[in-house]
């Protein structure tokens, strides 16, 4: 069994300020993946995350290496697309390019200040368990001081990369759907306005 070192990741935080990632539940062939594989790629996607925290590097160097790790293992597209719910079925070519595009540099900034708060714990892959046409791949967070919690990955077989994740239950990628929503509606609906102030969120 692998582990992730993380860093005083307060259990009130997370559940607060809850997010990266409603779970996607899609149709689809055969299964590819296995739940090995599953438990296997998050195993390796949180070897990598304890190198960034841990590498000592400043701020702006741990961001462009979480928006790459982010990148590497998360559906940056079915997760940026699904957060901005019907507005995207409207966007124009270009417009959804870019609003991904800011989406994932916005995850990595958000996520990338937590985690660098967080050294000091781990997390630990228990198992991954098939549910439809996706894995899901169950973990537990161990924090000194701070009672021992659940975070589920959601793994889709189509991309072999994880669509959601879920602390004790709750949606991250429903909270972010919640917040870029909001940001849409202080901006009237304008989508282009929403992608600058995308841009220099987190």
Avoid: H
């Avoid at 996607?45 to 960034?52: A, G, S, T, W």
């Avoid at 540099?105 to 046409?133: P, Q, W």
């Avoid at 909270?175 to 909001?182: H, L, N, R, T, Y």
């Avoid at 849409?184 to 609906?189: A, E, I, N, V, Y």
């Amino acid at each position: 069994m692998e582990t992730c070192t993380l860093n005083k990741y307060s259990r009130r935080w997370i559940l607060a300020a809850g997010a990266a990632f409603p779970v996607i539940s899609l149709a689809g062939p055969a299964l590819a993946l296995t739940s090995a594989e599953a438990e296997a790629l998050i195993n390796r996607m949180l070897v990598e995350l304890n190198r960034i925290i841990n590498s000592g590097r400043s701020a702006g160097q741990m961001f462009g290496d979480f928006e790459r790790l982010f990148a590497k293992y998360a559906d940056v597209p079915t997760i940026a697309l699904t957060v901005l719910g019907p507005p995207a079925r409207s966007a124009s070519t270009a417009q959804k390019r870019a609003y991904t595009a800011a989406f994932r540099g916005y995850m990595a900034r958000k996520y990338g200040r937590r985690f660098r708060e967080v050294i000091g714990g781990r997390l630990e892959v228990r198992k991954a368990r098939r549910v439809r046409s996706r894995y899901e791949v169950d973990t537990t967070a161990l924090l000194r001081g701070e009672p021992p919690f659940d975070v589920t990955f959601v793994v889709l077989d189509r991309s072999n990369k994880f669509v959601d994740m879920r602390i004790e239950g709750i949606s991250l990628l429903k909270i972010e759907k919640d917040e870029v929503g909001a940001m849409l509606d202080r901006r009237r609906g304008n989508l282009d306005a929403m992608i600058q102030d995308l841009q220099r969120a987190g």
